[in-house]
Structures are given as structure tokens and as C-alpha cells.
């Protein structure tokens, strides 16, 4: 199950937890009405049979999938690459991910600008609305496998802050302002 809280501010390892002093965790309720991340929780044994995922597909439209896996073994320029993953953007379609085997971080920012880290592991599926400044590390294990979904084809271009004068970022503060409703 995911759990989430927001973050220190220490800049030292991303791959580790960087609680608060005290912590605060943030339920899954809350942190769908303070950014908009819906999720999930889907049996990795079972999603291919137990018609759970095809409903959830189907529902939010989801026609395209892809399969990634974020290793040192497995992802090409992986220092590279897990540092633009680490870079505050956001993108003009949704982020999905359901993680199949292994961990890593969601950060994402809360309408005061704060950052809310979501610990994501096996069987757990995110959803990050269009227009949120997010970003995503591994943890400590260094490997995440995980499905990505798309809309139609792919698109999977990162804008970096700012990028406040984009149409997804306006849509995206709009829905902060008024309140967010779940898709499905």
C-alpha cells in the first residue's frame, strides 16, 4: 500500500525517505484533494486475469502501454537518466504507472508549493494529473519495473520549471483551486 508525507528540505541522497522532523504522512484521500494523484491498488499476481486493470484501462481510456524498467543493469545512461527524472517538470498528459516489481519516489507539489513524496512499491498504480511540477527518484534498492499508459500514442516529454504559462499548468492550478473529481 503507498504511503506518502512531505518532505525535508535536505538535498543530500534522493533515493532516501527525507521525512520531516516530526513526520507527516498525508493519506491517500488527502493527497488526492491537495494535488490531484489518484491511486490505485492492483494484485501483480492476478491484474492479468481478474479484469481489475482492463476495467480501470477502459474507463479512463487508456489504449497504449509500455513496460520500463529503471536499473543500473537495465536502463541505458542510467546516472542520466535518473537525474531528468529527478528534475522538477511536468508534462502535458497524464503520468501513469502501476509498479510491477520493486520501488521508488513520486514527489509532487501541493498547492503551497510543498513537496509530497509518494513511496510507490508492487501493485501499486498512480495516476499524476497534466500540469503538476513532479518528479521521480528510485530508493535505496536502486530498480523499479513498472507499466506506463498513454492516451493514444505515447507522448512523454518533460517540461521543466517554470513552465506556469503552459495551458496544462493553468488547467492544472484551475482544478487545484476548485477541487479535484476522481476519473473512475
Not at 54 to 66: A, F, M
Not at 111 to 132: F, L, N, Q
Not at 146 to 161: D, M, S
Amino acid at each position: 500500500m503507498v504511503k506518502a508525507w512531505f518532505m525535508d528540505s535536505d538535498s543530500s541522497d534522493q533515493r532516501l525517505e527525507h521525512h520531516r522532523n516530526p513526520p507527516e504522512f498525508i493519506s491517500i484521500e488527502d493527497l488526492f484533494k491537495k494535488t490531484g494523484v489518484e491511486y490505485f491498488n492492483i494484485n501483480v499476481n492476478t491484474y492479468t486475469t481478474d479484469g481489475v486493470l482492463d476495467k480501470i484501462k477502459k474507463e479512463r481510456g487508456y489504449t497504449y502501454e509500455d513496460e520500463i524498467t529503471c536499473s543500473k543493469e537495465c536502463l541505458p545512461n542510467y546516472e542520466e537518466k535518473i537525474k531528468s527524472f529527478y528534475e522538477e517538470h511536468l508534462h502535458t498528459d497524464e503520468e501513469i504507472r502501476f509498479v510491477l516489481e520493486g520501488s521508488g519516489y513520486f514527489d509532487v507539489r501541493d498547492g503551497k508549493d510543498e513537496w509530497i513524496r509518494i513511496a510507490v512499491s508492487a501493485g501499486d498504480m498512480i495516476v499524476i494529473p497534466s500540469g503538476i511540477y513532479h518528479r521521480f527518484t528510485l530508493d535505496t534498492n536502486n530498480f523499479i519495473r513498472a507499466k506506463r499508459f498513454f492516451i493514444g500514442e505515447p507522448v512523454w516529454l518533460p517540461y521543466n520549471r517554470p513552465a506556469d504559462n503552459m495551458p496544462c499548468r493553468k488547467e492544472y492550478v484551475e482544478k487545484l483551486e476548485k477541487g479535484f473529481i476522481a476519473a473512475c
